[in-house]
């Protein structure tokens, strides 16, 4: 697709990707560079949050524990056959242990996620 219209801006910091990966890292470039010029630059449909509402990789790890859905074992067990074996279990199971709480933090934030009307948990496809 040919694009007409070419904007030029003085920025200070691009982020890349809207995912929790993006979100997370423009969040962070606020907080410590105030007076900076951050754009967050996506392919995607901003309004759903980037990769995550698309029910890439990043949502399809959170555990669910709150709702009594998976545990951190269960996703090294996902990983493993999603990955066919290629993995680190001792470092997949580290990583998931943070995950939900970090989704969490992510929505506090304001992060849209879609939610399941009739039970509250969150979609994990679009």
């Known amino acids: 697709m040919k694009y007409d219209t070419i904007v030029e801006d003085d920025i200070d910091i691009l982020v ?4 929790l990966g993006g ?19 996506e392919k995607a ?10 029910g890439l ?8 524990t709150r709702f009594g859905e998976n ?3 269960d996703h090294v067990r996902y ?5 066919m074996g290629m ?4 470092l997949l199971f580290d990583m998931a242990r943070h995950v939900d709480s970090t989704v969490h933090q992510f929505e506090e934030w304001g992060l849209p996620l879609m ?7 969150y979609q994990r496809e679009g």
């Open 57 to 64: 990789y990043a949502i399809n790890c959170y555990m669910g």
């Open 87 to 90: 993995v680190r279990e001792d």
């Open 45 to 54: 449909n901003i309004d759903r949050s980037g990769a995550v509402a698309q």
């Open 79 to 83: 990983a493993r056959i999603d990955l």
């Open 16 to 19: 890349c990707g809207a995912g």
């Open 71 to 73: 545990n951190p074992e």
């Open 23 to 41: 979100s997370g890292a423009a969040f962070e470039a606020r907080y410590w560079g105030q007076d900076k010029k951050i754009v967050i630059a």
């Open 115 to 121: 939610r399941d009307p009739k039970t509250g948990t």
